[in-house]
């Protein structure tokens, strides 16, 4: 009986070692990592409110209800199919969503959770990705870093970019061609080239990543490159590019190049430009970028950027500190060769960042997720491949307990990072709650679309950016606007400008919205309008106002009468 006992807890024992460790290594880290991603990413869906560009999309996705951000579609036998939603962004991210709209309702929920499980499905491919080029070691930490990143977790979030398929994109065909080089199997090449021509198809600016990627390649290895550059694999991998990118070389093709006709690259003031971009660069490292967008804030400078303590993570410092250490310990230790995979993803990014400042428009946040994960990377592979051996050698003699410290450093530095991430990440969900969103992010828009569309039989003149794309998605098209303020900006005499829109605002089914004087995008309608109130002597009278959840006013619904 003893005897049986003990070989039934043998046998449990080896398979819990055949099965169960192997489940703990392979599963339970990286499903903790995605569990807080998850956590973080889904708490509170509904905040802050739909963003103007977060659903540019939902025309091009509901069926083009109205004339809005489809610059291009096909008529194929009566089904109109857009290709592009403007002349830089296609319309890839409306396929998507296309069906999902035939099966749920358009809801916060419907718009925001599906570019959440984008954004998990990156954290995925990310981690398979540093498992076949480096190790787990270095693919737990970066996922860590990632996962938590307040950058990636909120543009991810609030797609407002759009970001997200550009990094499951980047990441996706990354994986593919490392798969390539390491097998030789050239499906694997069609695949990555196939989906960096889908990546430039979603946005333009995804020539960045192509740019960068060719050029770290040709330096890191440009002796091993020759091997794969046969006439094959050039075809294979121009044909796929070619074949991803179809719909936006075809839009091209047909309208001249409208993509590139205005001036693309220089800004005009190249030194104030990149003084403005060094400031969004930092606030994007240090995760603050999005949370003053949200919440009604404006960019700041370079200095102000990296002293900004509230919120703002320590990824700008640990990075910096790396950057001088290394060069301190590339002089002490003359024998260890320069990681080749850190410097390749170190040059991925420089190469990225220097198009990004060259690059007339790339004016935004938004524009330097391009970079992502790239640092992260890089700074993992130094910390944890070679970053120990350095501090210890550099902080004390081997024995001694400073070189002891000096070992432990790139850990506690990772660390350190990931809880600064997670700081401020609770930093941003308070905030959704007590806030709601500022401006163009105020939740107020949902009490808006319910007005709007309890309303019947009025007519809404939109007097400014920022409320048509989300009434549209939120009430399918069922609430009857315009959105007139493109038209008050035109060239056209004022005069002229200020009759059409008397005719229009005089109706007595007509209210006009505008946003409170804080939160105001174009000036000129709402100069041409009062000119117009003076001119034919009318009144206005507010109809509703709709507040944040801090009390002060955002939208103003206004009707006009003869005084």
Not at 91 to 115: C, D, H, M, Q, S
Request: net charge positive.
């Amino acid at each position: 009986m003893q005897r049986r006992w003990t070989n039934s807890v043998q046998a449990a024992t080896r398979l819990r070692r055949h099965f169960v460790s192997p489940l703990s290594a392979a599963f339970v880290h990286p499903s903790l990592i995605l569990g807080v991603y998850i956590l973080i990413g889904c708490w509170n869906l509904r905040q802050p409110g739909l963003e103007y560009d977060e659903v540019l999309f939902a025309n091009a996705a509901l069926g083009h209800l109205d004339e809005s951000f489809i610059a291009y579609e096909l008529d194929l036998g009566g089904i109109r199919v857009p290709l592009m939603l403007m002349t830089y962004i296609g319309a890839l991210k409306a396929y998507i969503y296309g069906p999902i709209f035939e099966l749920f309702p358009t809801t916060p929920l419907t718009v925001r959770l599906p570019v959440i499980i984008i954004g998990m499905i990156t954290l995925v491919v990310t981690y398979r990705l540093l498992i076949r080029l480096v190790d787990r070691r270095v693919a737990l930490s970066v996922c860590w870093l990632l996962a938590t990143d307040p950058s990636f977790v909120f543009h991810t979030r609030i797609d407002f970019g759009p970001t997200v398929l550009m990094m499951f994109l980047k990441m996706t065909s990354l994986l593919a061609f490392v798969h390539f080089v390491k097998s030789g199997g050239i499906v694997w090449l069609a695949l990555g080239s196939f989906l960096v021509g889908l990546g430039v198809f979603d946005k333009a600016n995804f020539l960045w990543y192509i740019v960068g990627l060719v050029t770290a390649t040709l330096v890191v290895w440009r002796k091993g490159v020759s091997r794969y550059l046969t006439v094959r694999s050039l075809v294979v991998c121009g044909f796929f590019m070619f074949l991803g990118s179809f719909p936006f070389i075809y839009y091209n093709l047909a309208t001249n190049g409208r993509t590139f006709q205005e001036r693309v690259l220089l800004p005009q003031d190249i030194v104030g430009s990149a003084k403005a971009r060094t400031g969004l660069l930092t606030e994007s490292l240090s995760g603050s970028g999005v949370y003053k967008f949200v919440n009604g804030r404006k960019p700041s400078g370079f200095v102000e950027a990296l002293t900004s303590v509230w919120p703002a993570t320590i990824t700008p410092w640990v990075l910096a500190c790396t950057v001088v250490f290394s060069c301190v310990a590339r002089g002490t230790l003359r024998s260890k060769p320069a990681d080749q995979l850190g410097v390749f993803f170190t040059l991925l990014f420089l190469a990225i960042v220097v198009q990004i400042y060259l690059t007339r428009l790339a004016v935004g946040w938004h524009h330097f997720m391009m970079l992502w994960p790239f640092h992260q990377i890089a700074l993992c592979i130094f910390l944890l491949r070679s970053g120990s051996t350095r501090c210890s050698v550099v902080i004390g003699s081997a024995d001694s307990i400073r070189s002891k410290i000096g070992r432990k450093l790139p850990v506690i530095a990772l660390v350190s990072m990931t809880a600064s991430n997670l700081v401020v990440d609770s930093i941003y969900l308070r905030s959704f709650s007590t806030e709601g969103g500022r401006g163009f992010f105020s939740d107020a828009i949902y009490e808006l679309a319910e007005y709007a569309m309890e309303t019947q039989g009025r007519r809404f003149l939109l007097m400014d950016w920022g409320f048509n794309t989300q009434l549209l998605l939120l009430s399918r098209g069922s609430i009857e606007k315009d959105e007139i303020f493109w038209r008050l900006e035109t060239s056209d005499g004022d005069d002229m400008i200020m009759e059409r829109l008397y005719k229009r605002a005089i109706q007595p089914n007509t209210f006009l919205v505008f946003h409170a004087t804080p939160f105001i995008v174009h000036d000129r309608p709402r100069e041409l309008f009062d000119k117009m109130l003076r001119r034919f002597a009318l009144q206005t009278e507010i109809v509703k106002v709709f507040f944040h959840k801090r009390g002060d006013p955002v939208y103003l619904l206004v009707k006009v009468t003869a005084s």
